[in-house]
């Protein structure tokens, strides 16, 4: 029952992501996400009692280019990955097991692990900026 309702929270969050919060592309933001592996990303999680963000990737997934050109390219994104939460990127090629003890079957896929050790995800496929915001935002704000 208590993933069904977070389920619903997080498409009524990208739903009114999508709706309700303003947007404006930037061009070329300053600033980048400060990405982590996964262990060295864990070990500053655990230590920080953070979030953490899991993104995973590959170099040959067309969506995962389009993920971190569009969503990771976002200012008010990248505020919200770098202030917070730990944001840690796996290459799905690289680090196999770290995907397969995550269940990974599609890319791009983003994990939430929250602070008191509950998972949130998978959250399969592109993303957009604004939906992507208003998840985080939601989730991150009940913790």
Excluded at 16 to 22: D, S, T, V, W
Excluded at 39 to 48: E, F, I, M, P, S
Excluded at 80 to 95: C, G, P, Q, W
């Amino acid at each position: 029952m208590l993933k069904y309702k977070i389920g619903l929270i997080l498409v009524l969050a990208i739903l009114a992501g999508l709706i309700l919060i303003p947007h404006k592309p930037d061009a070329a933001p300053a600033a980048k996400v400060k990405w982590h592996t996964y262990k060295a990303g864990t070990d500053l999680a655990r230590r920080q009692n953070k979030n953490m963000v899991i993104y995973f990737h590959a170099d040959w997934c067309t969506y995962c280019g389009q993920m971190e050109r569009e969503t990771f390219g976002d200012a008010a994104v990248i505020e919200m990955l770098n202030n917070r939460a730990i944001a840690i990127k796996v290459d799905v090629d690289i680090e196999k097991r770290v995907a397969r003890q995550f269940g990974v079957r599609g890319l791009p896929a983003t994990f939430l692990l929250l602070n008191n050790g509950e998972q949130i995800g998978p959250l399969p496929g592109f993303i957009p900026p604004r939906a992507y915001l208003a998840m985080l935002s939601r989730i991150l704000s009940q913790t």
